[in-house]
């Protein structure tokens, strides 16, 4: 068997499919990662100890295990405790438990960032604002977040480079993207490397697109530092 | 007028603030001098209510200060040792925003306010730049035309030109010159004794945490009351 004859149109596109649906899944995980994230800095920092206790356990809990095993918790424990609660059967989408799981993993990490962005501003833009008279949102929107936002972009856009590709962890579940989809291609014609191959440049293009859009946004910003 | 009372303020076991009551009526400019340590920013920042004190009353105009008091915050201007300018804004910007966003101001209106009073400090060509883009001296005068901006009764200076290289002193001296000729209120903590001795009104000179002598420039300058006064005179001048 040649390579033209496993690599054809259909197969290709049959791949290409699969990257749209990692990339589709990195995108949603990521938006919800960053609200999560968000959310979870804003209880980091808050003065209340509930609410900054609450986030510690998420965080922790979140980052001292597997994320692999979040994704398996959810999609076989959620089924069984919604039938404890209600009685009956649900059939999980594996694609949506992926989604909620994986964002559920990057809001913890996206937490820590945001909340060492924030934290790494310096005092001064506070008590600049305190003196002209800036309440604590305005401060927040004005002056704090859009500062902690540009230092915080790098490690965000790793954070999505990672996402695009542990996005391929919710194959355990029977979720199809792009790795899954070579691999069923390389178990249909008894050949992985070549399938493994196409993959990996697939995500290796994605994943420069990223960082060389990102590296723009980046010089742009740094233009008044 | 702005009226303290019996502030107390420890850092660990310093106490920065030892039962200090100071009171400053309009129109006047009260020089806070004495060595590192002895507690004059501290006064200042806890009169701006940036400091929280353990005891003691501050009042504004017979009123009690609230720092969440937005009316009461925007009569003291303030003016930082290290600018703390927004870097993320244009100078432009740095000036309109409070104006907009507190004073409800209209963009226009505010901006007219704030080419006028860069206009004051000497920098309507630098308007659009960034701070980066500003020297030290250039900094420190958006900072003070970002504090009037907010039309203030009283301007308070934190060691406004200890960050600045020596040629910078100068520029930011005149515009804090022009703004007492015009009669502003101020309160300054200062190591520039050139502009205690001309300008000032009042000269409070704390140590450990106290007032230890309160005179006129000239009785301070000349011939101080207290011997501690005279000594930290005389370091200071050494050699001039």
Not at chain 1, 12 to 31: D, E, K, R, V
Not at chain 1, 49 to 61: E, G, P, S, T
Not at chain 1, 156 to 178: H, P, R, T, W, Y
Request: proline share 3%.
């Amino acid at each position: 068997m040649t390579l033209s004859d496993m690599l054809t149109v259909e197969n290709l596109t049959y791949l290409l499919n699969g990257a749209m649906m990692s990339l589709f899944i990195a995108i949603c995980t990521f938006t919800f990662g960053t609200i999560l994230g968000v959310i979870g800095a804003a209880m980091k920092i808050s003065k209340s100890k509930l609410l900054q206790w609450i986030a510690k356990i998420y965080v922790d809990f979140i980052r001292g295990t597997p994320m692999l095993l979040q994704i398996l918790f959810l999609y076989l424990g959620f089924p069984l405790i919604y039938k404890m609660v209600t009685g009956s059967f649900i059939r999980v989408n594996p694609y949506v438990i992926g989604i909620i799981a994986i964002s559920i993993n990057s809001g913890a990490y996206v937490t820590e960032l945001i909340r060492g962005g924030i934290q790494s501003i310096d005092k001064g833009q506070w008590e600049a604002c305190q003196t002209l008279g800036l309440p604590y949102g305005l401060t927040m929107r004005k002056i704090i977040l859009p500062q902690a936002f540009k230092n915080v972009l790098p490690p965000l856009v790793s954070e999505f480079i990672m996402l695009i590709k542990d996005s391929c962890l919710i194959s355990c579940i029977g979720a199809v993207e792009l790795l899954q989809g070579a691999q069923i291609l390389g178990a249909r014609y008894y050949n992985y490397v070549v399938f493994l191959v196409a993959a990996s440049i697939i995500y290796l293009i994605m994943t420069s697109v990223v960082s060389f859009f990102a590296n723009k946004l980046e010089k742009r910003l740094a233009a008044n530092d | 007028m702005i009226k303290a009372t019996n502030l107390v303020k420890t850092f660990g076991k310093v106490k920065a603030l030892d039962d200090v009551s100071v009171e400053i009526k309009k129109g006047e400019i009260v020089c806070l001098i004495g060595p590192s340590g002895s507690g004059k920013s501290t006064l200042l920042r806890a009169i701006k209510g940036l400091e929280e004190v353990e005891q003691g009353e501050i009042y504004i105009d017979g009123e009690k200060f609230d720092k969440k008091n937005i009316k009461q915050q925007n009569k003291m201007g303030f003016v930082f040792q290290h600018f703390n300018l927004f870097p993320h804004l244009t100078v432009l910007e740095n000036l309109t925003l409070s104006p907009i966003e507190v004073l409800k101001m209209s963009k226009a209106d505010a901006e007219v306010l704030a080419k006028d009073l860069l206009i004051k400090v000497g920098l309507e060509d630098k308007i659009q730049a960034y701070p980066n883009q500003l020297s030290g001296g250039q900094k420190q005068r958006v900072a003070i035309a970002r504090s009037l901006a907010m039309n203030p009764e009283f301007m308070l200076f934190d060691e406004p030109t200890s960050a600045l290289d020596p040629e910078m002193v100068c520029e930011v001296l005149k515009v804090m010159q022009d703004l007492a000729e015009q009669g502003m209120s101020m309160i300054v903590v200062t190591h520039e004794m050139g502009f205690a001795k001309k300008l000032s009104s009042r000269i409070l000179f704390l140590e450990e945490g106290k007032i230890v002598e309160e005179s006129s420039p000239t009785t301070f300058f000349e011939n101080p009351k207290t011997d501690r006064a005279k000594e930290f005179l005389e370091k200071i001048t050494y050699l001039q």
